[in-house]
Structures are given as structure tokens and as C-alpha cells.
């Protein structure tokens, strides 16, 4: 006599198909996850910005048109550029204002080693040079609203989406594909060995301030509310 035909227990092949549709599940979040969080290569190829406030053979994102003019370069990691910001921002914004100065901003990038591999000094001036193509009048605003988000030296940084939003805030958009791309990174990395060395310093470093094309050592800095001497 014939045996009868085995019973199928799907229930056993469901739940064994569920189980491998699972681990795919997890092995694809795995990959993608990992994925997101490595850092992006910084692009080398090397295109200047065009905006009229810009000056390209310089790097220097011009704000206001005074007679005299004062640089700065400064690094976005840099803990002592946001005391020089949080010590004499004000007064640099009133001076520009009043028509006292032309102000300079050079974003470079010296501190990508402290930033975990992310590269965020140079993320953050290419961030700073996609802003001041599309609104210059928005980029002091910007520099102000990234050193007050400034993360701590040694910390991944900031990641674009944030300091997309911190452009937002300043009424920037339609900048991601800037950003996200690294328009001007390469730009960012040419211009930085360009920044010129402090009296009595070996190399470059920032804050790094110059009086009408004068570079001046940080302790020439005047007491805050003096800084219109540097002109006299």
C-alpha cells in the first residue's frame, strides 16, 4: 500500500522565509548606514565662485564698501576665531554699516584633522562660498550663525544638512546641490596656503587679521570698541 503524500507545513516555510527576508532587510541598512556615514571625498577639482562679491584671486567674500579694509581668514573649527567673533563681531558689523570699512572674509581650511575625517573646515568654507554666491548680503549673517552652531574642536562637525539649515535661517536656499557637491572645495583647499603668515609666526594659522592689506600680529588687536585706530 502507497504511503500518503507528505503534509507541507508551510507554516514552518513562512516563518523560515520571513526570518531571511529579515536578515536582508537588516543586512541592506547595515551597508547603507555605513554607507552614510563615511565621509564623502573632498572634490580637488578647483572652481572658483563668480559672484561680484567675491574676490576670486583672493578668496575674500566682500561685505560693504568703505574706503579702508579689513581682512580676515578664519577657519570655522577654530575656537579662537569664535572669540574673536564673540570679542569684536559687533563692532565689525557696525563699522561696515557705516560705510567705515570694506570687510574681507576668507574662510580657509587648516583644522579638516580635528574633525573625525569628516573635513568640516572645508565643508563649512565651501558652505560659506555657496552662500555669498547666491546672496552676498547674506554671508556675514552666515559667518555669525556658524561660529554661535560651532561644534566643538575634535567633533565630526557640523553635517550639511545642518549648516543647510543654518543658510536657511539666514534666508539662504537652493544651495544643497552646492554644499552636498562641494562646489568649491578644491577652491577652498587652493586658497588656503595663500593666507598670509602673522609677524613672528612659522605658518598660517586663524584668526589672521590685515589692516588695508597690512597683516598684523592678534596682539596689535586694540581693546574691543578700538578697533578704528587700526586706521588711524
Known sequence: MAQGARKVNWFAIW???????????????????????APRPVPTDVNPPSAAGIEVETGAILIGDG?????????????????FEQIYGAEIEGMVEDGSITLGIH????????????????RAA?????VAEADPTASLSFLQAM???????????????????IASGVGVTGIDACVNDGTYAGYVTEMTPQTPIQPG???IGTPTVAVNGQVISNSQLPEPGQLATLFE
Not at 67 to 83: K, S
Request: proline fraction near 4%; aromatic fraction near 6%; include cysteine.
Open 15 to 37: 516563518v523560515s522565509a520571513a526570518v531571511v527576508a529579515a536578515l536582508v532587510i537588516v543586512a541592506v541598512l547595515v551597508v547603507t548606514l555605513n554607507n552614510a556615514a
Open 67 to 83: 574706503e579702508n579694509r579689513l581682512d580676515t581668514y578664519i577657519d570655522f573649527m577654530c575656537p579662537v576665531c569664535n572669540q
Open 107 to 122: 574662510p580657509i581650511a587648516i583644522l579638516d584633522d580635528r574633525s573625525r575625517g569628516t573635513q568640516y573646515s572645508t
Open 126 to 130: 565651501n558652505a560659506a562660498y555657496c
Open 147 to 165: 561660529f554661535a552652531n560651532q561644534p566643538a574642536e575634535g567633533s565630526s562637525g557640523l553635517t550639511n544638512n545642518e549648516m543647510l539649515q
Open 201 to 203: 609666526s612659522e605658518g
